[in-house]
Each structure stands twice: as C-alpha cells, then as structure tokens.
C-alpha cells in the first residue's frame, strides 16, 4: 500500500526554521518524483517544490527561492523540505507528493500525503 506521511510541521516565529519530513512507503516510489505543496485557508493548493527520484535536480517556486530546499534520502524513503527565513504568508498545511513526470501541477501527481500544518506568526 502506497503511503506518505509529512511530519515536522508547528508554530514557528517569523524568521525562524522549521525541517519538514515526508516517510513514504518505498517500493516503486523510490522511483518517483517527489514534490512539496502547500494550502493556505480560502486559497487554492501550491507548489512549493520539487525534486527528481535521484535527488539530482530540484524546481522551486518564486516565492520560496532561498529560503527552502528540498532533498531526498533513498536509503530512507524520505524527503525533506528545509524552510528558513519563515515569514507569515509561509502559513498553510504542507503537503509531499509523488509523480512520475517532473510538474507544478497538482493533477500531475498520484499520491498524495495528508498534510502538517506550519503556522508562522508575526
């Protein structure tokens, strides 16, 4: 069965860090794209980011350039998001998902976690 599962998520200060963790359940995913989104409440769902199955290129949206980085362990069957330099509209529940072609796209990935919310207050 084919599982992700986010965790690292909380209240953070602006400005601070918070480390983001996706566990999926290995198999054939080790061989999928794996992508970050984001919802904030009352607006649509967002890429974040995205990183390749060997680890070895990455797409960011604008907004979080500099600040973010994504990364994989396979040995782990993890990715990570790494998010400094936190500001309030970074808000929202974070989402990973995987794909098997490389898209900002929602409707581009099979499967998706459930989600960890991270507050950023002012």
């Known amino acids: 069965q084919v599982q992700l599962v986010e965790s690292g998520g909380g209240l953070v200060q602006a400005g601070g860090s918070l480390r983001l963790s996706c566990a999926h359940s290995g198999g054939a995913l080790v061989y999928y794209h794996l992508g970050w989104f984001r919802q904030a409440p009352g607006k649509e769902r967002e890429f974040v980011s995205v990183?390749?199955?060997?680890?070895?290129?990455?797409v960011y949206t604008d907004s979080v350039k500099g600040r973010f980085t994504i990364s994989r362990d396979n040995a782990k069957n993890t990715v990570y998001l790494q998010m400094n330099s936190l500001k309030p509209e970074d808000t929202a529940v974070y989402s990973c998902?995987?794909?098997?072609?490389?898209?900002?796209?929602?409707?581009?990935?099979?499967?998706w976690g459930q989600g960890t919310q991270v507050t950023v207050s002012s």
């Open positions: 998902a995987a794909t098997r072609k490389i898209s900002e796209a929602p409707s581009a990935y099979d499967y």
């Open positions: 990183i390749t199955w060997s680890g070895g290129s990455t």
